[in-house]
């Protein structure tokens, strides 16, 4: 029993001296706990509580509703209507594959889709959502909703999407919009931009719009969990809406000009209002349907635009070049008078050709016109005139009317796209060709052949300038815009222009549209046979046929003929005019691709279109918004 | 034997005197530590009492009445039960590591009846009764010496693999150290303990190449959490925003955004710490911690004041297994070590993890009641 309590109290002291240590050993340990506790939450606390709240609130941007797009009397072109759109939220791109692989089952993706929502999930900061997919029917959010709590970070969102009612009738003015590129972001900070939801112009007034149509972006603060789900909104600020927008184009004239283009494969019309240089309309056929670029247009069906002999994608009136023909003798003879090689008496002979050196300038009339004046020889639009006229006046004087016209440049009028064609000089030859200019050169200019294209607007926007006394009009397609619609009106009515005069001798004027009177209302007249009998209706024009392939003297002496050529090697066939003859309004420029002959194919086109122009009247008459407006 | 004992002994205690020795302080205490227990499951719930803070209220309630009942039962008892109840828990474990083979994973699990156990939680407990019961049974020269260490060095490595394998590395590393702990004040000389961490070095390699790809990254993760910030350093970083976001006085009560957001991962177990301090910040984890080492120093105390070398090694082991139970789990969710899993003892949900530490807490005050008991040293 001793033994027993002596062995006892041996082992009691070695036991207390060895659990003391082990209690000072417990005591360290429990005092780093008390400094780990220290240094996360007294010494680091601010870091970590910034940590805490970027967890937690997320700052997102609200998409502002996009600015609407109107014709002139306000039907509407651009609309924004309800779109239900499948968004995802990534956790920081965990969970990514599954989560696509689950989308996939509910949708359908397709590889491609896979693939880019992958790249984009995992892109994504967990800051911005990403878009799924867009347009949702009922039975898709249906779905989605069912499922919801297996896709984590998947919610479903109200936005609006791009609608377009007209279609293909203004597919070439309104445009399209569509994701927001890379390079549309240059020169631009908005971070809206940087919305997945977010769509940008990308062709037309949409793209030439564009800073105006988009608003500014509001923003709203929410707490999000783990997960990227809101579980509530902490601030909001309401963006702005994008400005809507009346355009100068009537929507009637305009589908009645595409009507009448309708017999023809392609080509284009322009109707200017030469006062205030408002394109009441603007043509090019083909067209394209923005609706598939609306909803997002697939690889085949952008393949088959871009394909298409017919260039549907291409606006011909701004892009389109051509040969002016002879609707440029107009400008050679301004040049001419202008320069006083010429007087309107003076006559020059033609006898079929005109000979410089060895070569022979054929006039279009086999005999000849024999002599004429500049009244004449527009009405008759003898070549041989010209040729001289050219000659006279000069490759320079020539070049720089043809400019003060407008060739040579693109206009103000400010849409993506749009053409300088060309207008010859010395150096522009020398520069490209590397040789000098020539007098051969200089006939070929003065009938608008050779070097020389210009687009359908730079054609209207010459016969506008003519026809209004000398005033350099630039076309213009923003009637007004305004961010609340109620104050989206139309300006007052303009009877004078207000831009800078070109100081051309009103005389001459006078005689060249009295030239282009004659070509439609004189005996002698090549568009004779569109004659309108009405006073107030009467107009002037000239026609022009642009070569395409130059048929050669044995072709000729083979009996080739211009219609039996493949459609593609035929001339292009233009129709410049304007009216009242009087008191001139419309402006109106027509050229069908490969349509043989300006007076006849073009011809009728043209005076239809300005014909009808002038019967609505659209630049004068406010009363129609009034009424689409209030509707 | 019997009558010369009963010369020296004091008088039988009566069962008033058996309640009266019980340490109602502690009692307190260890109620205190699961009341906040209870709030932080309430909390960790969004402000409500389901799942975990009622069932954990119930099941700490059941687990107070199975303490008192093995603080009245005599340690003779629990002596002569060391040996069968660790055959029991490491045939458990066995039986714990075949079934999760054929399950294909870890497995912690086992299922009797309507219950579930962690073969584990009772495995801890019962390594330490069965150490204590050995180094009763020897003499103080005898605890010294090289050759009466290697069974209870076996004792506790049986264990530590047996738990290794299912993987549960935080446990296995509560065992390993708690053992040593237990082993180091029954007397085990020094120059074994450096022996024995030398050699620990020395196999380092080895068992870096016996751990599972998570069990590597983890430890990876925990040296470097910048290193993968997204995937496995993800939850000690949230944690650490968490605790550190909640500063001085925390944003409190139910106020705490990483927990109730789901930023914190196992927030209702391994990380309640994390919970709990978000909202309560340094202030609150003080407490706790307090709390906690008041636990410990109450049970140094009754270490002291047993008459017995069992008692004494009993109570230790049952201290030093609480202390390293909050040790581990706080320096973990505070970034110090790597995540292991382990519980906040009477804080964390989970009923086996509850009911081992609340047996563990009735075997102390069981010390304390029967503190100048007679026990043989050998029967």
């Known amino acids: 029993?001793?033994?027993?309590?002596?062995?006892?109290?041996?082992?009691?002291?070695?036991?207390?001296?060895?659990?003391?240590?082990?209690?000072?050993?417990?005591?360290?340990?429990?005092?780093?706990?008390?400094?780990?506790?220290?240094?996360?939450?007294?010494?680091?606390?601010?870091?970590?509580?910034?940590?805490?709240?970027?967890?937690?609130?997320?700052?997102?941007?609200?998409?502002?509703?996009?600015?609407?797009?109107?014709?002139?009397s306000g039907v509407p072109l651009a609309v924004n209507r309800n779109n239900f759109r499948a968004m995802a939220?990534?956790?920081?791109?965990?969970?990514?594959?599954?989560?696509?692989?689950?989308?996939?089952?509910?949708?359908?993706?397709?590889?491609?889709?896979?693939?880019?929502?992958l790249r984009e999930l995992r892109r994504s900061r967990s800051a911005q959502p990403i878009v799924v997919r867009e347009n949702?029917?009922?039975?898709?959010?249906?779905?989605?909703?069912?499922?919801?709590?297996?896709?984590?970070?998947?919610?479903?969102?109200?936005?609006?999407?791009?609608?377009?009612?007209?279609?293909?009738?203004?597919?070439?003015?309104?445009?399209?919009?569509?994701?927001?590129?890379?390079?549309?972001l240059a020169g631009r900070d908005d971070p809206v931009l940087q919305l997945a939801t977010m769509r940008f112009g990308k062709k037309g007034v949409e793209r030439s719009l564009e800073d105006n149509l988009r608003g500014r972006a509001g923003a709203v603060q929410v707490e999000v969990n783990a997960v990227g789900r809101v579980v509530r909104e902490l601030d909001r600020t309401e963006g702005q809406p994008g400005a809507n927008a009346l355009l100068t184009i009537d929507l009637d004239i305009q589908r009645?000009?595409?009507?009448?283009?309708?017999?023809?494969?392609?080509?284009?019309?322009?109707?200017?209002?030469?006062?205030?240089?408002?394109?009441?309309?603007?043509?090019?056929?083909?067209?394209?349907?923005?609706?598939?670029?609306?909803?997002?247009?697939?690889?085949?069906?952008?393949?088959?635009?871009?394909?298409?002999?017919?260039?549907?994608?291409?606006?011909?009136?701004?892009?389109?070049?051509?040969?002016?023909?002879?609707?440029?003798?107009?400008?050679?003879?301004?040049?001419?008078?202008?320069?006083?090689?010429?007087?309107?008496?003076?006559?020059?002979?033609?006898?079929?050709?005109?000979?410089?050196?060895?070569?022979?300038?054929?006039?279009?009339?086999?005999?000849?016109?024999?002599?004429?004046?500049?009244?004449?020889?527009?009405?008759?639009?003898?070549?041989?005139?010209?040729?001289?006229?050219?000659?006279?006046?000069?490759?320079?004087?020539?070049?720089?009317?043809a400019q003060r016209l407008g060739f040579g440049k693109v206009s103000e009028l400010g849409l993506p796209g749009e053409s300088a064609a060309n207008q010859p000089t010395r150096a522009w030859k020398q520069e490209k060709i590397g040789k000098p200019w020539q007098h051969g050169?200089?006939?070929?200019?003065?009938?608008?052949?050779?070097?020389?294209?210009?687009?359908?607007?730079?054609?209207?926007?010459?016969?506008?300038?003519?026809?209004?006394?000398?005033?350099?009009?630039?076309?213009?397609?923003?009637?007004?815009?305004?961010?609340?619609?109620?104050?989206?009106?139309?300006?007052?009515?303009?009877?004078?222009?207000?831009?800078?005069?070109?100081?051309?001798?009103?005389?001459?004027?006078?005689?060249?549209?009295?030239?282009?009177?004659?070509?439609?209302?004189?005996?002698?007249?090549?568009?004779?046979?569109?004659?309108?009998?009405?006073?107030?209706?009467?107009?002037?024009?000239?026609?022009?046929?642009?070569?395409?392939?130059?048929?050669?003297?044995?072709?000729?002496?083979?009996?080739?003929?211009?219609?039996?050529?493949?459609?593609?090697?035929?001339?292009?066939?233009?129709?410049?005019?304007?009216?009242?003859?009087?008191?001139?309004?419309?402006?109106?420029a027509v050229i069908v691709e490969h349509g043989q002959a300006g007076g006849a194919t073009a011809g009728p086109i043209g005076r239809d279109v300005l014909v009808e122009t002038m019967k609505r009247d659209p630049s004068r008459r406010t009363d129609r918004f009034k009424k689409m407006a209030s509707r | 034997m019997g009558s010369s004992a009963a010369l020296d002994a004091p008088a039988p205690v009566g069962f008033a005197e058996k309640i009266w020795r019980i340490n109602w302080g502690l009692v307190l205490v260890l109620t205190a530590i699961a009341g906040i227990g209870v709030l932080a499951l309430y909390s960790a719930a969004g402000g409500r009492f389901e799942p975990w803070a009622a069932r954990h209220a119930v099941r700490y309630g059941s687990a107070f009445m199975l303490m008192l009942v093995v603080a009245l039962i005599h340690p003779k008892v629990w002596l002569s039960l060391a040996w069968p109840i660790y055959i029991v828990s490491v045939l458990m474990l066995v039986a714990v590591d075949v079934i999760g083979k054929i399950g294909m994973g870890a497995q912690r699990w086992l299922v009797i009846g309507p219950m579930q156990?962690?073969?584990?939680?009772?495995?801890?407990?019962?390594?330490?009764?069965?150490?204590?019961?050995?180094?009763?049974?020897?003499?103080?020269?005898?605890?010294?010496?090289?050759?009466?260490?290697?069974?209870?060095?076996?004792?506790?490595?049986?264990?530590?693999?047996?738990?290794?394998?299912?993987?549960?590395?935080?446990?296995?590393?509560?065992?390993?150290?708690?053992?040593?702990a237990l082993l180091f004040v029954a007397g085990v000389r020094i120059w074994m303990f450096l022996a024995a961490g030398i050699g620990a070095?020395?196999?380092?390699?080895?068992?870096?190449?016996?751990?599972h790809d998570y069990q590597k990254r983890r430890v990876l993760t925990f040296l470097d959490p910048d290193r993968d910030p997204l995937g496995a350093g993800y939850h000690i970083t949230q944690s650490k925003i968490a605790i550190g976001s909640g500063g001085m006085f925390g944003k409190g009560f139910l106020k705490g955004t990483q927990s109730s957001l789901n930023f914190l991962p196992e927030k209702q177990t391994?990380?309640?710490?994390?919970?709990?301090?978000?909202?309560?910040?340094?202030?609150?984890?003080?407490?706790?911690?307090?709390?906690?080492?008041?636990?410990?120093?109450?049970?140094?105390?009754?270490?002291?004041?047993?008459?017995?070398?069992?008692?004494?090694?009993?109570?230790?082991?049952?201290t030093a297994m609480l202390f390293l139970y909050v040790f581990i789990n706080t320096a973990m969710v505070m970034g110090m070590l790597p995540v292991v899993g382990v519980p906040l003892p009477l804080v964390s949900n989970g009923g086996t993890a509850l009911l081992s530490v609340m047996f563990a807490c009735g075997l102390l005050i069981g010390v304390n009641v029967y503190r100048d008991a007679q026990l043989p040293r050998t029967r």
Not at chain 1, 90 to 115: H, N, P, T, W, Y
Not at chain 1, 509 to 523: P, W, Y
Not at chain 2, 153 to 158: A, E, W
Not at chain 2, 287 to 316: D, K, M, N, P
Request: aromatic content about 8%; proline content about 5%; hydrophobic content about 45%.
């Open chain 1, 1 to 72: 029993m001793k033994n027993f309590r002596k062995g006892d109290g041996e082992r009691s002291g070695l036991f207390t001296r060895r659990a003391l240590v082990l209690g000072g050993a417990q005591a360290v340990l429990m005092t780093a706990l008390a400094g780990r506790l220290y240094q996360l939450q007294v010494v680091e606390t601010d870091r970590f509580a910034t940590m805490a709240e970027e967890n937690r609130i997320n700052m997102r941007l609200l998409a502002p509703s996009r600015g609407q797009i109107f014709d002139r």
């Open chain 1, 89 to 117: 939220t990534s956790d920081r791109g965990r969970g990514a594959d599954l989560l696509v692989e689950r989308l996939d089952q509910i949708f359908s993706l397709g590889e491609a889709e896979k693939v880019r929502l």
């Open chain 1, 136 to 184: 949702l029917g009922w039975e898709e959010v249906a779905r989605l909703e069912f499922n919801a709590p297996d896709l984590p970070g998947v919610f479903i969102d109200l936005g609006q999407s791009r609608d377009y009612p007209e279609g293909e009738l203004m597919s070439h003015i309104v445009g399209y919009t569509g994701r927001v590129a890379d390079e549309d």
């Open chain 1, 256 to 401: 009645f000009a595409t009507e009448k283009m309708k017999e023809h494969k392609s080509g284009s019309v322009v109707v200017l209002d030469v006062v205030t240089g408002d394109v009441i309309a603007m043509v090019s056929t083909p067209g394209f349907d923005p609706s598939t670029f609306a909803r997002g247009i697939t690889q085949t069906e952008w393949r088959d635009l871009l394909d298409n002999p017919e260039r549907p994608l291409h606006n011909k009136a701004i892009a389109g070049v051509y040969p002016p023909g002879s609707t440029y003798k107009m400008v050679t003879a301004l040049a001419a008078l202008e320069a006083k090689v010429i007087d309107p008496w003076t006559r020059l002979p033609c006898v079929g050709f005109l000979e410089l050196g060895s070569i022979k300038f054929h006039c279009w009339l086999k005999g000849g016109h024999g002599s004429t004046n500049v009244t004449e020889a527009l009405a008759c639009s003898c070549d041989c005139f010209f040729y001289e006229a050219a000659r006279r006046a000069g490759i320079d004087r020539v070049s720089d009317m």
């Open chain 1, 441 to 588: 050169d200089t006939f070929n200019l003065g009938i608008g052949q050779g070097y020389m294209t210009a687009t359908p607007l730079q054609l209207a926007i010459m016969t506008a300038r003519i026809a209004n006394g000398g005033y350099e009009v630039q076309p213009n397609l923003l009637l007004a815009k305004a961010t609340p619609r109620e104050e989206l009106a139309p300006p007052a009515v303009r009877t004078k222009p207000t831009a800078p005069s070109l100081r051309l001798n009103p005389q001459h004027l006078a005689i060249v549209r009295q030239g282009m009177s004659d070509v439609v209302n004189g005996s002698l007249g090549t568009a004779n046979a569109l004659r309108v009998k009405q006073p107030e209706l009467t107009f002037a024009g000239k026609t022009g046929t642009a070569q395409v392939k130059r048929i050669t003297e044995r072709e000729r002496e083979m009996g080739i003929t211009q219609a039996s050529l493949p459609w593609h090697l035929r001339h292009h066939a233009l129709f410049v005019c304007y009216g009242p003859v009087d008191n001139p309004r419309y402006a109106c």
């Open chain 2, 117 to 180: 156990i962690q073969p584990s939680e009772i495995a801890k407990v019962a390594v330490i009764l069965v150490i204590a019961r050995y180094y009763h049974g020897l003499r103080r020269e005898q605890a010294s010496q090289f050759l009466y260490t290697l069974p209870p060095l076996m004792m506790i490595l049986v264990v530590v693999g047996l738990v290794m394998v299912q993987p549960d590395l935080g446990t296995a590393m509560m065992v390993l150290m708690g053992g040593g």
């Open chain 2, 201 to 211: 070095v020395a196999c380092l390699p080895i068992a870096w190449s016996l751990m």
């Open chain 2, 270 to 318: 391994d990380f309640i710490f994390t919970t709990f301090v978000e909202e309560w910040g340094m202030a609150g984890a003080m407490v706790l911690l307090g709390l906690f080492a008041l636990v410990v120093v109450w049970g140094f105390s009754i270490a002291f004041r047993s008459q017995h070398h069992f008692g004494r090694l009993l109570a230790l082991g049952v």
